[in-house]
C-alpha cells in the first residue's frame, strides 16, 4: 500500500513539474503585449504626414514682374525629396536596425524572436518618417518664405508644411510610446533622425527649384 502511495505521489509530483514548465515555455513564447491600436493609430498618423508634403502646394507671393499676389502650384518634381526620404525610411528599417540590434521594450537575448520580439526599436521608422516629414515641409516653407516670397507670411503655407506634420509627428511619437512599440529613447532618436533628413533634403529641394511654373500659369509644374 505503501509503495502504490509512494509511486502514485512521484507521478503526481512529475505531471505537476512537466505542467508548470510547459505553462512557463508557453507563457514566455505569448512576448510582450503590444497595443494594436496605436500600431493603427501611428501608421495612419505617419503615412498622413507623408501626404502633407506629397500634395501640399507650395504658396508663394508671385514676383510682380510676372503677377502680383499670392500663388499656389504644385510640383512633381516633389516626388525626389519624398522618395529620398521614403528610401532612407526603408534602408532604416530593413538595415540599420539588425546593425544597431535595439531590442524593443520587454525583449531582449532570451526572448529573441517571439512574438511581438521578431525586429529591432532602433531607430522608430514609424517616428522617423513622420518627424522627416515635419523637417522637410518646415525648410520649404522657411525657403518659400524668406527667399521666394520677400519674408511674407502665408498661413496657409505654414499651417499645411508645418503646423499639421507638427502634429501628426507628435501623435506618432506619443503613440509608439504608448502602444510598447518602442521605447523612449528609440523614438526621440527616430525623430531627430528624420527632423534633420527632412530639414536638409527639402532645403535642398526648395532652393534649387522655383515654385512658380514660369510664365504658362500651370497649376501643375512638371
Same mark, same amino acid.
Given at each position: 500500500m505503501n509503495v502504490g502511495i509512494r509511486f502514485r505521489s512521484i507521478l503526481a509530483f512529475a505531471g505537476a513539474l512537466v505542467l508548470s514548465t510547459v505553462t512557463r515555455g508557453a507563457h514566455a513564447q505569448q512576448g510582450p503585449a /503590444?497595443?494594436?491600436?496605436? $500600431?493603427?493609430?501611428?501608421?495612419?498618423?505617419?503615412? +498622413? !504626414? !507623408? @501626404? &502633407? $508634403?506629397?500634395?501640399?502646394? /507650395?504658396i508663394f507671393y508671385s514676383d510682380p514682374e510676372v503677377t502680383v499676389g499670392w500663388k499656389a502650384r504644385w510640383h512633381v518634381s516633389v516626388l525626389a525629396p519624398?522618395?529620398? *526620404? &521614403? @528610401?532612407?525610411? *526603408?534602408?532604416? #528599417?530593413? !538595415? *540599420? =536596425?539588425?546593425?544597431? =540590434?535595439?531590442?524593443?521594450? @520587454? %525583449?531582449? #537575448?532570451?526572448?529573441? +524572436?517571439?512574438?511581438? %520580439? @521578431?525586429?529591432?526599436?532602433?531607430l522608430s521608422s514609424h517616428t522617423f518618417a513622420a518627424f522627416a516629414a515635419l523637417g522637410h515641409g518646415t525648410a520649404v516653407f522657411l525657403v518659400d518664405t524668406t527667399k521666394w516670397s520677400g519674408g511674407r507670411f502665408n498661413a496657409g503655407a505654414f499651417v499645411g508644411n508645418v503646423a499639421l506634420p507638427l502634429v501628426l509627428s507628435t501623435f506618432t511619437a506619443v503613440g509608439r510610446d504608448a502602444g510598447n512599440y518602442e521605447r523612449s529613447g528609440q523614438v526621440i532618436w527616430g525623430g531627430v533622425g528624420g527632423l534633420v533628413s527632412g530639414f536638409a533634403t527639402g532645403a535642398v529641394y526648395a532652393l534649387m527649384q522655383r515654385p512658380e511654373c514660369g510664365y504658362t500659369g500651370s497649376l501643375i509644374c512638371w
Open positions: /503590444r497595443n494594436h491600436d496605436w $500600431q493603427t493609430v501611428t501608421t495612419i498618423t505617419m503615412l +498622413g !504626414a !507623408a @501626404g &502633407t $508634403q506629397l500634395f501640399m502646394p /507650395r519624398v522618395m529620398t *526620404l &521614403t @528610401g532612407l525610411t *526603408l534602408l532604416n #528599417e530593413y !538595415a *540599420l =536596425k539588425d546593425s544597431f =540590434k535595439g531590442f524593443r521594450p @520587454g %525583449c531582449d #537575448e532570451t526572448n529573441r +524572436g517571439v512574438p511581438g %520580439c @521578431g525586429s529591432y526599436g532602433l
